[in-house]
């Protein structure tokens, strides 16, 4: 079973061939094809219900699919394998942290705890290495003195950036964000986008659910429009907002933008 962490970053391309995703006689995807190259910034937007967090949830492994494949780096999901903790699962949690809206912190652990809890029990490390990381990335996402804080004392913003850093601490090479800012106030918000932008920085691809779109302007490399269990749009980020070319997108931006 191959290291996660000797994959290069250039080979770290994620692909969704033909997804498919039913709840009931629900089609939630249909069909959805994408791909997020290497070190590049997608906004995912559209409306609410319209297949965005559960696309992020099928291309991590933490939902089954019923059609299509996905591809992270080397290892491919199929439809077949899917709802399994299979390898190629495994190896595709390895690659891919996911942050969620919620921060989902162990309330009895403290931020550095809760940190280092995933690089003991997954990697094998050392208690000394783990907290070792886990304050250099506490410092990354600008709580270098909240180590001992335990989530009650933490701000919405600062829960999230633990959860950043905590997503962090297992090195991915890429990041899927699941509206990690809609908890929060405007204030909170720019705190965790400014890592967000750090982070692209740094070459990590990222995967990033927002309804920011002030943010999706400003740091993603492409916008893509999914409404209705499809993409009906993707582009740059001026083109799609300032010039969209469908209905839908046009419907969908007057009601966010207005």
């Not at 791909?35 to 099928?58: H, M, Q």
């Not at 390898?87 to 390895?94: E, G, H, L």
């Not at 916008?223 to 001026?238: K, R, S, T």
């Amino acid at each position: 079973m191959s290291d996660p962490r000797l994959i290069e970053r250039t080979d770290m391309r994620i692909e969704a061939a033909n997804l498919t995703k039913r709840y009931g006689d629900r089609d939630v995807l249909t069909g959805v094809n994408l791909s997020v190259a290497a070190g590049e910034t997608v906004a995912l937007i559209g409306p609410s219900g319209g297949g965005k967090s559960t696309l992020l949830r099928c291309l991590n492994g933490l939902n089954s699919f019923d059609g299509g494949s996905i591809r992270v780096g080397p290892h491919l999901l199929t439809a077949a394998e899917s709802g399994r903790l299979t390898p190629a699962v495994t190896q595709v949690r390895r690659l891919l942290g996911m942050i969620f809206q919620d921060f989902q912190l162990f309330p009895h652990l403290t931020a550095l705890g809760n940190i280092v809890e995933a690089p003991m029990q997954v990697l094998k490390r050392s208690r000394a290495e783990a907290e070792k990381q886990g304050l250099e990335l506490l410092t990354r996402v600008g709580l270098a003195g909240r180590a001992s804080a335990y989530p009650n004392e933490l701000s919405g913003g600062q829960k999230q950036r633990v959860a950043i850093a905590r997503a962090l601490a297992m090195e991915p090479r890429g990041l899927l964000c699941d509206e990690i800012t809609s908890a929060l106030d405007p204030e909170l918000k720019g705190e965790v986008l400014d890592v967000l932008v750090n982070l692209k920085r740094d070459g990590l691809t990222l995967l990033l659910v927002t309804h920011e779109i002030g943010f999706a302007r400003r740091a993603a490399d492409r916008v893509v429009v999914l409404a209705d269990g499809g993409i009906v749009e993707e582009g740059l980020p001026d083109e799609v907002f300032d010039r969209p070319k469908t209905e839908r997108t046009k419907q969908f931006l007057s009601r966010v933008l207005a």
